[in-house]
């Protein structure tokens, strides 16, 4: 959670001081490279960590495999940067893009010293290397903002996060590879990994390709305010859902042999998970006026109905993004590819419909009706993977969401004509809601409200 905080304070802090136009600048870049980030290690990682066992010789294997595929999209992200510039209609576009294009090496050297610290679960290291990566890369950036840089800012948060994040995974492990390279393992490893690659990079224009219709028809000035309220909503998101990857990935992995498990261990999860994304994301949502208007200031009131509007998707998103987990530990990337390319082209339709039908408004509706389309079948083959069925998988969440709306309803009538100071405007709502949420589950005694209860209890207990 320090994390989110800290990173919503650099964040607030950086709109003050560079323009939506440099922030879509920016978005812009990301979007032409990012998908090469998805295929920079052919799903090894995932494959390495999804393994039981991997020797040193693996390990190097993937080491220098990465590095070779590092190199190799450097070259070709800088001599592709004038036509991605071309493309999005914007000269700085291409400067920024042959600048950013660095990244790629390092990412690859990074990438096995971060799966070595996932594999043996060492959340601590991953916490504190990911908490003092952002804050270095935060200084830079709001230093060179306050001296007028722009958009080079951004660019030299970019590099300085990255590069400490690096650094430190090294610290940590202190491994380097041998020289070795064999086939034997890359063949091994791209039967696993390529399903899921295939999946990843069919999810990436998916989840992209609103970025790219509106940066392409709407201009840089439209796309800093939609990257900006996405990435938003994706905070507490990817806060939630990332935590719990980190740790059900490997630890599904280690009892892939036990369905019965690992559904029982989902059912829990994925009503924590309802229990707080939903309240968490509606109050947000209710309340998306005076927060945006506290974090990024007046220049991006533009941002309110977009942020509105996509935090009841990302409700949806937190409980859909564990289902990866699944296939993954139960060895199933192909039905994962499968399932995910019905759900990106229903999302894709969605998008491109709803952008030519209503303007960026109309893309965010038709993104959020897409979504729930495609949310239940792959609900229903969760279930089927775990021996569930549809109605046990939707009652274990349907009673938050439920109490969320109740919740939602209540104190949005409750505070619609009452007018305070900007920062009383949240939070006074935000506690009453979550105050009214909390009561509500404690007097229906809820699952997940007496499971995290008896977590405190245990911790406390522990501690004393």
């Given amino acids: 959670m320090s994390i989110t905080v800290i990173g919503l304070v650099i964040s607030g802090i950086l709109s003050r001081l560079i323009t939506p136009a440099e922030f879509g600048i920016i978005a812009m870049v990301t979007l032409a490279t990012g998908f090469l980030n998805v295929i920079k290690d052919f799903g090894f990682g995932a494959a390495l960590v999804q393994k039981k066992t991997v020797s040193d010789e693996e390990f190097s294997t993937v080491f220098w495999f990465n590095l070779i595929i590092g190199v190799c999209l450097t070259f070709l992200v800088f001599l592709a940067s004038p036509y991605i510039g071309d493309f999005f209609k914007e000269k700085r576009v291409e400067q920024v893009t042959k600048v950013l294009s660095g990244t790629f090496i390092i990412n690859s050297i990074g990438i096995i010293w971060n799966n070595k610290l996932v594999k043996v679960l060492a959340f601590k290291q991953i916490f504190y290397r990911s908490f003092l990566s952002l804050v270095f890369g935060g200084l830079v950036s709001i230093y060179l903002g306050f001296r007028g840089f722009g958009v080079w800012a951004i660019v030299s948060q970019i590099y300085t996060t990255l590069i400490v994040n690096t650094f430190l995974n090294y610290f940590h492990i202190k491994w380097l590879p041998t020289f070795t390279l064999k086939k034997i393992y890359i063949r091994e490893l791209i039967r696993f990994g390529l399903p899921l690659l295939a999946d990843q990079s069919i999810s990436y224009w998916a989840r992209n390709i609103d970025n790219l219709l509106v940066g392409r028809v709407l201009g840089k000035d439209v796309l800093g305010y939609y990257n900006k309220g996405y990435n938003l909503m994706l905070l507490p998101v990817r806060q939630l859902t990332n935590t719990l990857t980190k740790v059900l990935f490997p630890s599904f992995s280690l009892i892939q042999d036990d369905s019965e498990k690992i559904a029982s261990i989902y059912l829990k999860i994925s009503g924590v998970v309802a229990f707080i994304a939903f309240p968490l994301m509606m109050s947000l949502s209710m309340l998306a006026e005076p927060l945006i208007l506290i974090i990024y200031g007046e220049n991006w009131r533009p941002v309110i109905p977009i942020f509105k509007v996509l935090s009841i998707l990302g409700m949806f ?58 949310f239940f079948p792959e609900l229903f083959f969760i279930g089927k993977l775990l021996e569930l069925n549809l109605k046990t998988i939707f009652f274990n969440f349907i009673p938050y ?12 009538t409750l505070f619609s004509n009452v007018h305070l100071p900007l920062v009383l405007d949240f939070i006074i709502p935000f506690g009453c809601f979550f105050l009214m949420y909390l009561t509500i589950n404690f007097l229906m005694k809820s699952k997940a409200f007496s499971a995290i209860l008896s977590l405190v209890k245990e911790r406390r207990f522990a501690q004393g």
């Fill in 401 to 412: 969401l439920l109490v969320a709306s109740v919740c939602y309803i209540s104190i949005s």
């Fill in 317 to 374: 998103q937190a409980l859909a993004a564990l289902s990866g987990n699944i296939y993954l530990a139960l060895g199933r990337p192909k039905l994962m590819f499968q399932i995910g390319l019905f759900s990106r082209t229903v999302i894709i339709l969605g998008l491109v419909s709803g952008l030519y039908a209503g303007g960026l408004m109309g893309m965010i509706y038709g993104y959020c009706m897409a979504s729930a389309i495609t």
